[in-house]
């Protein structure tokens, strides 16, 4: 490898951080004690008009055949900055949990064996999305709130109608968790889905009924207040899933 190869190499590895200050090994080491994720190598890819890619290969099993491999893709730009370009990777610019859940909804979608269920229930490792209540997990927990199956973080990007092009900019995170409460004197059922969006260099908005009663409402009067246009809204969100 020459020279200027590890020195870009270097300088992603340095100098890229998560939202939470977190570096790339940083989130790889801890994403790999919970979800099939084994970091392999990292290499220099081919020059480009917009910048200079910085690889990381990883594996869901040791075992894998190299052509197996799946990639995490950063791009030094001219400047020197250093952006993820990788769109199914964009959960790790939310920290390590994040991308952690991605991998583990993946795993679940593939029917992969031994996945790690109890990360995908266990609601603090939603405190990454932050409410003007507080955090997630936390509400979840005072809410007296169980998370379900169907967990998942991922990243929408932007697409140019006109040309059909995918971006990395302006794109949203999306959080998506089924959750069953303990909603005592509530006048609807309080089994739902919460669903949290962000924009990047924006807060999280609730998107979904529950989250939106999660994100104005304190856990011990979360299902208080409830008046027919809450019903309805409850009620026209259920079926909607149903369909």
Request: proline share 4%.
């Amino acid at each position: 490898m020459r020279a200027e190869d590890n020195t870009l190499i270097d300088q992603v590895r340095s100098t890229w951080r998560a939202q939470d200050g977190e570096t790339a090994e940083q989130i790889f080491a801890r994403a790999a004690k919970v979800a099939h994720f084994v970091p392999r190598r990292w290499e220099h890819g081919r020059k480009t008009d917009t910048g200079e890619p910085v690889v990381l290969s990883w594996a869901k099993h040791p075992t894998d055949k190299a052509e197996d491999d799946s990639a995490v893709t950063w791009e030094v730009g001219r400047d020197g900055t250093v952006t993820l370009v990788t769109l199914y990777a964009k959960p790790m610019e939310l920290g390590w949990r994040a991308f952690a859940l991605s991998l583990l909804a993946d795993e679940v979608t593939g029917n992969e064996t031994g996945v790690g269920r109890r990360f995908l229930h266990d609601p603090a490792n939603f405190n990454f999305v932050t409410t003007a209540q507080g955090r997630l997990g936390d509400l979840l927990r005072r809410s007296r709130c169980t998370v379900g199956d169907g967990a998942n973080v991922h990243y929408l990007p932007t697409v140019d109608e006109q040309q059909t092009v995918q971006t990395v900019k302006d794109g949203l995170w999306r959080v998506q968790l089924s959750v069953d409460c303990d909603g005592q004197g509530a006048g609807y059922s309080t089994r739902d889905v919460i669903i949290f969006e962000k924009r990047e260099g924006q807060d999280w908005e609730p998107r979904s009924f529950l989250a939106k009663r999660i994100a104005t409402y304190a856990p011990e009067s979360l299902f208080d207040q409830a008046d027919p246009k809450d019903q309805e809204a409850f009620e026209a969100d259920r079926k909607a899933l149903a369909k």
